[in-house]
């Protein structure tokens, strides 16, 4: 099982980025995906997810990204992304991407996204 997130980077305030999550060795379609973040010093907080399965996927995220983030996946690519606008020094931190289905959860290495003048 693998997943490699990419796409962070430094950015100024106001600026955008998009992370993926390029997953192997398990059955994406079938995982929630899940973008978390730790901020130094803080503890690792969800701020999006998107459900697997059947159906449309439905997107949740957490309040302090609401409008500001998107995510999405791309099943056939077994890919998860997250567009980041509007980034504010707050959102610096390590991003990482979760995979969870039943009692399987996985994590990635996670990228760091660095918002600063």
């Known amino acids: 099982v693998q997943l490699v997130e990419s796409g962070g980077a430094l950015v100024q305030p106001g600026g955008s980025l998009k992370l993926s999550c390029a997953c192997s060795?398990?059955?994406?379609?079938?995982?929630?995906m899940s973008w978390y973040r730790q901020a130094p010093g803080k503890e690792r907080e969800l701020v999006a997810s998107?459900?697997?399965?059947?159906?449309?996927?439905?997107?949740d995220y957490s309040d302090s990204v609401r409008g500001q983030f998107t995510v999405s996946r791309n099943n056939d690519r077994k890919t998860a992304y997250l567009q980041m606008n509007s980034l504010k020094f707050t959102d610096t931190g390590v991003y990482f991407c979760?995979?969870?289905?039943?009692?399987?959860?996985?994590w990635g290495q996670g990228t760091q996204v660095t918002v600063s003048s």
């Open positions: 998107i459900t697997g399965g059947l159906g449309d996927p439905d997107a």
């Open positions: 060795g398990f059955t994406f379609s079938r995982y929630e």
């Open positions: 979760n995979a969870k289905w039943m009692a399987n959860n996985y």
